[in-house]
């Protein structure tokens, strides 16, 4: 009976998966089906599960990206309808806000593109013949500067809902501590957490969300005080994000603001990448997961909870706003287990 449900629950869902054009969009997010909720499912069975929040609470106070802009939501005086009894209440984000990409958030595939050669800062960028996930071209993504996302955009990522591991390096690398700015999550560290962790014979499967918990979220701080929480960083490699990308999971989430490191510049202690930095990359994991293998994002996870009761295993649900032609989307992921 258990089987024959998952089995319709499979078929109805992925009904609007059979356009081949928004499969070509989803990446690793096609994995996402009978398998992955089944092993979802075993931990929503589990004895003593419980309900564990991921995300922040979004607030004009809370660490901000220095590249979305300022987050102010204001908030409007009731309003009466008239010819009736009806009073509503509504409130509007200030100009030039990006909502995507602040708190806890995902990222669209059509967040990044690369171009075949090197931009110098100074003249015009051209990206007319810039590439994305899945070979599409500029003019199929984002034809004009004020375009939607035509393909790519947050209406293409499915319902996350699947079977998830916390590799907690802060515990199992770093005895503890919170990792520092620039420093860089190995494949090392990830196979001695599994280890650790008792996660070594299930491993890594596809289809699995990985939440990496690096000690950062120590930082984050609601009113936004220090600064310190989106100034840098710590991150995966590259390497990292090769080994994530060929165990075929569907997203990778930390408790940074950024899934790559990002360095204190005025810190004595600088970290080089393991196996050096890939040429023209700002951002190489975004670059890598975004555009090279389809793995979705996930940043600003609150993962201190699960963490303090050791649940590395759990069933988590993401859910992105189907905002048609955007890059990013506020989510609310919970993860269930025990």
Known sequence: MHKYFLFLLSYFCLLPLYSEDLISQRGMGNLIGAETWARCASELASEGAKQYELSYERSPTMPKSPFAGDYEPKFLPPVGLPGSIQVYNMDVLNENVNDGNQGTQMDAFGHFSHTENTWDGESELNTSEAKYFGGYRQEEVKPSPDSPLLKLGMETVPPIVTSAILLDVRKYVFNGKPMEAGQYVTIEHLEKTLELSGLNTRGILPGDVVLINTGWSDNY???????????????ISYATAEYLGSKQVVAVGLDTPFVDAVPNPDSDTQYEMPGGMPEGLGFPVHHYFLTQ????TLENLKLDELSKDAVTQSCVMILPL??????????????IGG
Not at 293 to 296: F, R
Not at 322 to 335: E, F, K, Q, T, Y
Request: aromatic content about 12%.
């Open 322 to 335: 189907l905002s048609r032609g955007s890059a990013a989307s506020p989510i609310r992921p919970v993860a």
């Open 293 to 296: 293998v389809g793995i979705y």
């Open 221 to 235: 701080e609601d009113p936004d005080i220090s600064k310190v929480y989106y100034s840098y960083a710590p991150g």
